[in-house]
């Protein structure tokens, strides 16, 4: 199985900052790697698809690079409606998905 | 445009079978994946299993001896069964559609609300 983490497990933030969060895979997973957002009570919404392609109406702050099995996701400017819980997900092994842990962003 | 609505029991009883239903509004069944994902209280997502709207399936293999999915394309829906639960499948179930494309990248681009399953006697 393909093992999925995350760092930081949570970090605090201000308004205007940049964000980074980090997802490494427990091997090559090339290109196959999915950012999601999860507000409180809500459904997981996706961010980021194959490692760097913003979801259609996701806002341009956020972005996504990497390859093989280290990758980031960026906030350029965090804005109130970014605090939230983000995880990293493999589609490299079809046979099974997996997710990171999560990585919690809260207000400094 | 797509919305995917789960239904089902909110409480099941241990060693029984839990079943929830998905139904795809807004567009068609054809062409895609279709996943469930749950959540534990307090805890991260994972992925249970998909099937294409074609019916072939692909579980998650902690999962694999318990999980039955289906999909009835001429009521939009998709189905999941899990059977003997105990406590530890108490969870929020989402539904999701996953995207294939260029033909290998997968991605869950539609969620459904979730719906929470308590499993108690």
């Known amino acids: 199985d393909i093992q999925m983490t995350q760092s930081p497990s949570s970090l605090s933030a201000s308004v205007g900052d940049r964000v980074t969060i980090t997802c490494r895979a427990s091997?090559?997973?090339?290109?196959?790697l999915n950012w999601y957002q999860q507000k409180p009570g809500k459904a997981p919404k996706l961010l980021i698809y194959?490692?760097?392609s913003l979801q259609s109406g996701v806002p341009s702050r956020f972005s996504g690079s990497g390859s093989g099995t280290d990758f980031t996701l960026t906030i350029s400017s965090l804005q109130p409606e970014d605090f939230a819980t983000y995880y990293c997900q493999q589609s490299y092994s079809t046979l099974l998905f997996t997710f990171g842990p999560g990585t919690k962003v809260d207000i400094k | 445009q797509v919305q995917l609505q789960e239904s089902g029991p909110g409480l099941v009883k241990p060693s029984e079978t839990l079943s929830l239903t998905c139904t795809v509004s807004?567009?068609?069944?054809?062409?895609?994946?279709w996943s469930w994902i749950r959540q534990p209280p307090g805890k991260g997502l994972e992925w249970i299993g998909y099937i294409y709207y074609s019916g072939s399936t692909n579980y998650n293999p902690s999962l694999k001896s318990r999980v039955t999915i289906s999909v009835d394309t001429s009521k939009n829906q998709f189905s999941l069964k899990l059977s003997s639960v105990t406590a530890a499948d108490t969870a929020v179930y989402y539904c999701?559609?996953?995207?294939?494309?260029?033909?290998?990248?997968?991605?869950?681009?539609?969620w459904g609300k979730g719906t929470t399953v308590t499993v108690s006697s």
């Open positions: 999701a559609r996953s995207t294939q494309w260029l033909g290998y990248y997968y991605y869950m681009d539609v």
């Open positions: 194959a490692a760097s």
């Open positions: 091997q090559s997973i090339s290109s196959y």
């Open positions: 807004g567009g068609s069944i054809s062409s895609y994946y």
